[in-house]
């Protein structure tokens, strides 16, 4: 079993800055992918971001490219997700996720995906 949880989460204005983190304990592997997902009221879960575990690849969704960065610390076995330029449309929970399967970091994952997931941080950007 692998234990995800995220921390970090807050009320911001627009164009101001939040880190995520998620700490996973428990039994992960340094292959597979650690990812970001976000859900706003009324919407499916959708994909922000996911690093691989065994390159230094990442991906990213459109909407946060270029803002975003998705980083982890293997020592910590921690991943971090740095937003910057909020928007308001960037207010969501905010879901970490693991997968357990080999993944090269260079393509969409659906959260069909991912094994193991974290209870959710709100992100909350004022307008």
């Known amino acids: 079993q692998v234990q995800l949880v995220e921390s970090g989460g807050g009320l911001v204005q627009a164009g101001g800055s939040l880190r995520l983190s998620c700490a996973a304990s428990g039994r992960t592997f340094n292959i597979g992918a650690m990812g970001w997902f976000r859900q706003a009221p009324g919407k499916e879960r959708e994909f922000v971001a996911a690093?691989?575990?065994?390159?230094?690849?990442?991906y990213y969704a459109d909407s946060v490219k270029g803002r975003f960065t998705i980083s982890r610390d293997n020592a910590k076995n921690t991943v971090y997700l740095q937003m910057n330029s909020l928007k308001p449309e960037d207010t969501a929970v905010y879901y970490c996720a693991y997968r357990q399967a080999f993944y090269t970091g260079t393509y969409y994952l659906p959260p069909s995906a991912f094994d193991y997931w974290g209870q959710g941080t709100q992100v909350t950007v004022s307008s």
């Open positions: 690093s691989s575990r065994s390159t230094t690849s990442t």
